[in-house]
């Protein structure tokens, strides 16, 4: 049997727009209105949260822009995460930084996530870090009520191992579809470590979170960034793009069929990676990188 899991993948668009830097853009609702249905119109149709994304308060940022548009609900795909616990001063309650999935604490984390961003379901849920404590006995029976509530369609994780993913999923009647870790030319633990050789055996969608290594990409000073950029810069004026863009293509390459996160308020940093949709890497291109970043050549 081809697909283990689930024979139909992750249904969404081909990146994704982030908003954990939302608070950052410092729009009023109405603007950011703007940014999402700009994000629409150019076919990126998956949004990332997660309830912790900007001091817990983007979640609620993103349903206020939404409120004034409800309709365009029907035209997107929501993904959000919980897990985490972060002190904070609008979480009071939180004395300690650390996950969290009791059944309880994963119920009440929906419901305040559904609230905050002004739906009545969510697409997809992840797990946002693996807990040393987790209980996939107890996890399963969230998912199962969640599911039977029609409050959440699809489940996933977040930066979870191959075996962490599996245990999860051998208590789980319906699929995990995404394993969320961070993929960029200067981070590629994930392309070796079997991660993304596991998506692809169970046809799970890998999406990349941070595909600009934080910046790093473009000015990160240590060593290694420095090779990539380097790198990265040559291929892009050969192919008369932008170095983003390049990276964007790199992962896009991959035949686990990568979804970048993409991180800026920026509409027009979005169009760029859209555009990227269309460039095609030579192997010899995409090697070069590779070798690049591992500072060595191929055995």
């Given at each position: ?51 912790i994304?900007g ?61 905050n ?10 797990l ?161 990188i ?7 050549s191929?055995?």
């Amino acid at each position: 049997m081809r697909h283990q899991y689930h024979p139909l993948g992750f249904e969404g668009s081909r990146l994704a727009q982030g908003f954990w830097r939302m608070e950052e853009w410092n729009m009023t609702s109405q603007e950011s209105l703007g940014f999402i249905e700009a994000c629409l119109d150019l076919g990126v149709t998956t949004f990332d949260h997660a309830d912790i994304y900007g001091d817990y308060q983007c979640e609620t940022l993103f349903g206020n822009a939404l409120k004034h548009k409800p309709a365009l609900r029907d035209k997107m795909e929501i993904i959000t995460k919980c897990g985490i616990l972060l002190p904070s001063n609008s979480r009071p309650d939180i004395n300690v930084h650390r996950y969290n999935y009791r059944a309880e604490h994963i119920l009440a984390s929906v419901d305040r996530s559904l609230v905050n961003l002004q739906c009545e379901y969510i697409d997809t849920l992840l797990l946002h870090r693996p807990s040393p404590l987790m209980d996939a006995d107890e996890v399963a029976q969230a998912f199962d009520l969640l599911f039977t509530l029609g409050k959440v369609k699809h489940f996933g994780v977040s930066n979870f191992t191959t075996n962490q993913f599996d245990l999860l999923q051998s208590r789980l009647d319906a699929p995990l579809i995404i394993n969320q870790v961070e993929l960029s030319p200067l981070a590629l633990q994930h392309f070796e470590d079997g991660t993304l050789d596991h998506v692809q055996q169970h046809a799970v969608t890998p999406m990349a979170w941070s595909p600009f290594a934080g910046g790093d990409i473009f000015s990160g000073t240590d060593e290694k960034a420095k090779r990539v950029q380097i790198v990265l810069k040559t291929v892009a004026e050969e192919m008369d793009c932008a170095v983003d863009q390049v990276v964007v293509a790199w992962l896009l390459r991959h035949p686990s069929d990568i979804c970048p996160v993409m991180g800026s308020g920026k509409i027009a940093r979005l169009a760029a990676a859209v555009d990227a949709m269309t460039i095609t890497l030579s192997d010899d291109d995409w090697f070069r990188i590779w070798v690049a970043s591992q500072g060595r050549s191929v055995a």
